[in-house]
Each structure stands twice: as structure tokens, then as C-alpha cells.
């Protein structure tokens, strides 16, 4: 089963894409909102069929209640950043602000000229979760997905911490559809990444440290993980910041990022613009 969150005149809507391509809206805002629901899976099964000349995807989950974000996670990209392979996740976080659909701009900040690319897959959670075995982890995966984890550089190394380079806003591709499991199989597929046409990283999940279970196993350890969650597992070997020279994206490129039985996000690089102050409320606080 294949599920997008779609943009429409009246707002988002969330979809099943059929094979054929017919758009099913099944009634609810978003993936976000259907996967809270009892029975999801079921509630998917139906809705009416609907015209739709063009798809505009929306992240297939705008608000996730949480981002968890797998650094160091490809044996080759462990490799080529002069590091060891871990003996556990290296966990960071990432804010909703920083999603964007599979077709539309990332925001180049005015801040650095360091954007980099990270091609990755995106796991999404399907039913609560906590202390999970293996069993539970697998049990509790609603799909998967893609994301590219576009990083801003200079921020992110400017402390020990990697969280204020992670979540610039407007710079996370994420989508296009959510591919339930029984559909996609991880151990077969190939992520890829594309700059200007040019293809940058190439390689098979199968090259994970930790896989999306062994993922959910660790983090559910910490805290409970909710439906419409998403686990970004990491990427692989290829991002700008370890080759020689050094290469970023600027305003006018279009990053590609494709997982093979998922689909592929193709977004333009625009520039920030800043026109002053973002103005917050509309007036006066009161009690």
C-alpha cells in the first residue's frame, strides 16, 4: 500500500495511491493524522476515488511528533568521515519546521554557504511503541519512505552537538509516499542521490550499522514511540563535506534522492530571503 499526504485548493488530504495511479482520499488531513488512528490499515483499504491532474506532495508527514535522526550509520560513510564503526546509535533531532515536500524548494540559509547533501530512508511509525523486542520494533513499522537530511555544516560543527546544523527550516525533503512493508523490503533496495544530474551517492541499506528494527529496539528504550513518528536511518557514503575539495549546494542546483520501490524527491536549491523580523502574534498578551 502506498499512502501520500496531498496538497489541494482546501488544504492537505491524505491518499492511498493506487497501482494504476488513482488518487483514493480517504477523509483525513494528513498520513499523520490517519496513522493515529485505530485500524488504520483498514481505514487506508477504502476512500473515494479522485481526480487529481497533478500531484503536489506534502511531507507524507507534515508534523511528526518526533524526528530521530541515526548519524554514523553506513559502514562507508563511517569510513570516509575518519571515524570508527559505533557500538551504538548516534541519535540527534530534528524539527517538523525543517520538512518540505517531494517537489518543493530547499531553503539555502543566508547564514552559511555549507549545505550538503544526505540521501537517507525514513522509517515510519505505525503503533505506539516502548521497550520494543525485535518482534514489537518490526510489528510497529508503518512504512517507509524518503528523506534527504540536508545539513548545514559550519553550524553543525560548531559545537560537540550536531542539532542546530540538522534542522534549518525548509531544508528536509521528505516523501513522496509512505510504502507499507508487505510492499517494500529493505535488504533489496538501492538509495541513491543526485546533484545537477550528477549522481553522488549510491549504495543498498543493507550496508546499515543498525537497521530500522534494531533502530526502534534501541530508541524505544529511551521513550515511547508514537504513530507517525520517523526514524531517519542514517546515509551513506558521497555527502560534499568529505570530498576533496569540498562541495556544497547553492542557489540553482536540484538535489534528486530516490530509494528504489519508494519513489524520488527532486527539489530545487533556492536562496533565503530575509525581509526583516518575522512579527510573533497579532497584539498584546492578556490573562
Known sequence: MRLATLRSDAGTFAARIADDGAVHDLGIGDVGQLLALPGWESIAQGGRRRHVAVLDYA?????PGKIVCVGLNYRHHITEMGREIPEYPTLFAKFPEALVGAGDDIV????????DWEAELAVVIGRRVRHADRGAAVAAIAGYSVLNDVTVRDYQYRTP???????FEATTPFGPTLVTPDEFDPATAWLSGWVDG????SATPGDLVFDAAAL???????LTLAPG???ATGTPGGVGHARTPRRYLSPGAVLRTSVSGLGELRNPVVAETITGAVPVGSGADHD
Open 216 to 222: 526502534i529496539e534501541y530508541i524505544s528504550a529511551i
Open 59 to 63: 511531507p507524507v508527514v507534515p508534523r
Open 108 to 115: 539555502a540559509p543566508a547564514a552559511s554557504a555549507q549545505l
Open 229 to 231: 513518528d520517523v526514524i
Open 161 to 167: 552537538e550536531w542539532l542546530q546544523g540538522k534542522t
Open 198 to 201: 550528477e549522481q553522488v551517492q
